[in-house]
């Protein structure tokens, strides 16, 4: 999947989380943990939803662009220095190496810390 469709993906799951009612909000949840085959089933099983969902990710993010633009603006500050977090999409101001803002780069790091836990246990069990 592209980097693109992964974060439009993505956008859409949190606004599905974040303005759907309880079974949308569930949609948007299993759409985060969706893997490309389960991504195009629940596009196919709730078209209605998608489209709806996808229009308002849509619209808040050239929303939210435009403000957070202005807003650099009247402070002077050069908005073309933005950059998104690669896993959540946040704006960033100050370029991270990584790519990530904190709050994703901890999740991230916490994640692989767990899966290394896992391994070596996997890897004690079977000596």
Known sequence: MKMEKIEEM???AETMIR?????V????KAL??????NTRKIKKAFPKYWATYSDMARLERETNQKKIENAFKKEGMNPMVL???RDCGLLL????EL???KKCQEEYEEYHAEEEQREIQEVKKNV
Do not use: N, T, V, W
């Not at 303005?19 to 079974?23: D, R, V």
């Not at 909000?25 to 948007?28: I, K, P, T, V, W």
């Open 32 to 37: 985060m943990k969706a893997d490309l085959d």
């Open 83 to 85: 950059k998104k977090c």
């Open 19 to 23: 303005y759907g009612g309880s079974f």
């Open 93 to 96: 101001y100050i370029s991270s």
């Open 10 to 12: 993505h956008e859409i």
């Open 99 to 101: 790519g990530r803002c």
């Open 25 to 28: 909000e569930c949609l948007g």
